[in-house]
């Protein structure tokens, strides 16, 4: 018995941009001693035979505070062919939410620029956590 991709499963999908919150913080930065945060707060809406329906929230900011930061909200629809279980959803979430690093990437430089007058560009990749 041959194991389909999580891809095989899956009809369709939508992605919904709900949310986007960016603050511009004036305090000072010191590029040694400060670390960017990515991540990415993901809750399972939906599950049934025809759905899987997944929320996700990602937190961009400076530790400590400086600089800026960006609050971005998706919605993620799956139609499916068959139902995915739990296990099965945990397993792949990093698969899943892929479609979204892209664009959270692509907003962050866009924002950043706008914002501080340059790009910061982080790799599409999400460091996700499962509510």
Known sequence: MTVKSIWERIKS?????????AKKIDKNFDQDSSDISLETIVEIVNSDSETLSIK?????SFIPESL????IGHFVE????????DKEIEDN?????????VEVSYLISF???KMIGTHIILPPKLNIKIK
């Open 56 to 60: 996700a929230d990602t937190k961009v």
């Open 93 to 101: 979430i990093n698969e899943l939410m892929a479609p979204i690093a």
């Open 13 to 21: 999908r939508k992605i919904i941009l709900y949310n986007i919150e």
């Open 68 to 71: 800026f930061s960006i609050n």
């Open 111 to 113: 924002l950043t620029q």
């Open 78 to 85: 799956y139609k499916l062919i068959n139902k995915l279980d």
